[in-house]
């Protein structure tokens, strides 16, 4: 089988190793991938969101199954571009990515199908959005609508902050047309859980819960990051707790989703919070979490092209999804700044062991050497028997992955060590 996958960071890269576990897989191709994938897959330089050159390849190159990981090709369509010339895919298709691709239509719907979540106001008028803040419980969440690369969600500490992240969505587009409607939401506190999930549209079959430390520091201090490394399972949900959300949050999304005509198929991802009256959705995500992918899927024991195929084809109920019950843990290695302004360029070097167990992000081959291209570089996963030793072991991988510039949080794992004890 001849697969493709879309897209060219941490993400494709687990997922990319992996499928390679799959023997009937013959070829993998990243579009548009990156230098450090490149002994897993064949790159091809096209853009994640250039559909019309990936439908031309797909076409051209006899694809067999598509995985199409990030967000933005999802909500422009490239599942249905892909399906339009009988190309099965991984994904859900723009109707259904809406879930991901509009807060304020995300937030509707479990309104409308009394999902658990955070109160809010949308507007698309400044001046309206405005007033609400003058006058609104703080601290608050001030959200772009749109995609904004992970950026665009603020929780606002005093009046001020909300008054500046409002004026900075919808007067000075920071975040382009995805900020010219806002979602205003009430701020909640509590332990934050992701939790990933296969579905075919019926069936939901989460995957392993995890932890994410989106913090750039020490402490969760520091900028708002896409992930400063990742924990699975997070300790924080129960059994009782997960009995509650697929009772209450997952069955009933799947559900709502069907009733509005928006059937979704692929990796539904529920950013939970969990406070004393039971959880609440923070966000969805219409594919896989990044860097959460690199703990959740070190540890599936089934064949990942199998459960996908299952997701496309309806049969998601007769197909086994098992999970291992060990403990992963990924520390991510960034350039220094990241993620404001930092330098790239820098060769990047890793011992044979490390490279086993590291997916890479930001990186670009330059005359035959691995050097820095982004902010988020490596993330480096160790599976265990338990969180402690998983953590111990993940640093000590981590410090095989050597660059000039290179930082990382010394506290990856902390949180959920202490709700153990």
């Known amino acids: 089988m001849k697969i493709m996958v879309v897209g060219g960071g941490g993400r494709e890269h687990t997922i990319i190793k992996k499928l390679k576990e799959n023997q009937t897989i013959t070829e993998i191709f990243a579009l548009p991938g990156n230098g450090g994938m490149a002994k897993d897959a064949t790159c091809v330089n096209i853009a994640a969101t250039d559909l019309d050159g990936i439908v031309a390849f797909a076409k051209e190159n006899a694809i067999d199954y598509a995985v199409v990981a990030p967000d933005d090709p999802l909500v422009l369509g490239c599942v249905d571009r892909l399906n339009e010339i009988g190309i099965p895919c991984f994904g859900p298709n723009a109707k259904a990515a809406i879930i991901e691709g ?203 092209l199998t459960v996908m195929q299952a997701t496309t084809n309806g049969t998601l109920a007769d197909t086994e999804v098992k999970f291992s019950d060990k403990c992963a843990c990924c520390v991510v290695t960034a350039s220094a700044g990241y993620p404001a302004s930092y330098e790239k360029g820098f060769e990047i070097t890793m011992t044979e062991e490390a490279e086993k167990h590291t997916y890479v992000a930001g990186a670009k081959l330059e005359n035959g050497k691995l050097v820095t291209s982004g902010g988020r570089v490596t993330g480096t996963t160790a599976v265990a028997d338990t969180l402690q030793q998983a953590v111990s072991e993940a640093y000590r991988l981590a410090d095989g992955v050597c660059f000039q510039n290179a930082y990382r949080r010394s506290d990856i794992g902390q949180r959920g060590l202490a709700a153990y004890k």
């Open 102 to 304: 509009s807060k304020a239509f995300s937030k509707d719907l479990m309104k409308k199908y009394n999902i658990p979540t955070a109160t809010y106001e949308t507007f698309t008028d400044i001046e309206k959005a405005l007033a609400y803040v003058e006058s609104c419980a703080i601290p608050v969440v001030v959200k772009a609508d749109g995609l904004a690369l992970g950026k665009g969600v603020i929780i606002a500490q005093n009046r001020q902050e909300a008054i500046d992240a409002v004026t900075d969505m919808m007067a000075n587009a920071k975040f382009g047309k995805s900020g010219s409607t806002v979602v205003i939401e009430e701020f909640l506190t509590g332990p934050e859980v992701s939790v990933l999930a296969f579905t075919d549209g019926n069936v939901v079959k989460p995957m392993v819960s995890s932890m994410d430390h989106k913090r750039a520091g020490d402490n969760d201090t520091g900028l708002n990051t896409g992930g400063m490394g990742t924990i699975a399972p997070n300790p924080y949900y129960t059994e009782d707790i997960a009995k509650t959300c697929m009772k209450t949050i997952f069955l009933p999304t799947i559900a709502a989703m069907n009733a509005e005509g928006r059937t979704f198929r692929g990796c539904l991802y529920f950013g939970l919070m969990l406070i004393p009256n039971g959880p609440k959705v923070i966000e969805y995500n219409c594919r896989f979490g990044d860097p959460e992918t690199q703990v959740v899927l070190p540890l599936l024991e089934s064949d990942l």
